[in-house]
């Protein structure tokens, strides 16, 4: 079984909306880690958002939120007020053990979603 | 500061040559990784090291090697180039909860 699943290959989203990236996961560990990532065309991987299995908030970082549902197994993204700048590939990841120290903060990413945003 | 790097930019190979990927960080992290993204897909994981001297396979290590002599460096070493390795290779260091990832190696194997 895949162990992060992003179901939505592509997408478009009009500039200034909000846009919801999906990503589902799967694991067996109590205590785990999710991640965000934007791939622009350019190629660099950039850190967005991460989230722990026991933090009861969502996290936010300016206009990325990410809406967990433990229940659901789901970390799904939403950018606010999406712009041009906003176009790449988008990766979820998952740290799966309860550390870095104990599980060397490995990561297992999913397939990517690719957004586009138009003007 | 310069971050993470990473050298070449890009190269191709013949079937069967080596060459090593090298990688280098500035920011004194103990963890350091290194993934390939084949096209379309996401990373895969294929070594990291917690530290100098000390390294493990990660989920496809078939066909690499590498060493962590120094903090600083880790480069990856490919014995035998074959096409199925034809790849953006990414070098991350981490810091807590976070991996900052260098520009990438795109190698052509032919």
């Known amino acids: 079984a895949q162990k992060i699943t992003q179901t939505q290959p592509g997408m478009f989203v009009q500039e200034k909306e909000a846009v919801t990236l999906d990503c589902t996961y799967d694991?067996?560990?109590?205590?785990?880690?999710l991640f965000w990532y934007k791939q622009p065309s350019s190629g660099e991987m950039i850190f967005l958002i991460y989230?722990?299995?026991?933090?009861?908030q969502n996290a936010t970082e300016g206009r990325y939120s990410l809406n967990f549902q433990k229940a659901r197994k789901s970390a799904n993204l939403v950018i606010s007020a999406s712009q041009l700048g906003d176009s790449a590939m988008y990766f979820c990841a998952m740290r799966e053990g309860p550390g870095i120290k104990a599980a060397g903060n490995k990561l297992t990413f999913g397939g990517g979603t690719r957004v586009l945003v138009k003007p | 500061n310069a971050g993470v790097t990473q050298t070449p930019k890009f190269r191709i190979l013949k079937i069967g040559q080596s060459m090593t990927l090298q990688c280098a960080q500035d920011m004194n992290h103990n963890y350091m990784y290194w993934y390939r993204q084949d096209p379309g897909m996401g990373l895969k994981l294929i070594y990291y090291s917690v530290g100098a001297g000390i390294t493990d396979k990660g989920e496809v290590p078939n066909g690499y090697n590498v060493s962590r002599s120094t903090t600083e460096d880790f480069p990856l070493r490919l014995e035998l180039a074959a096409p199925s390795q034809t790849s953006v290779y990414f070098c991350a260091s981490g810091y807590r909860e976070t991996q900052y990832f260098g520009p990438g190696t795109r190698l052509l194997v032919l």
């Open positions: 694991t067996s560990d109590q205590s785990y880690g």
């Open positions: 989230q722990g299995s026991y933090d009861e």
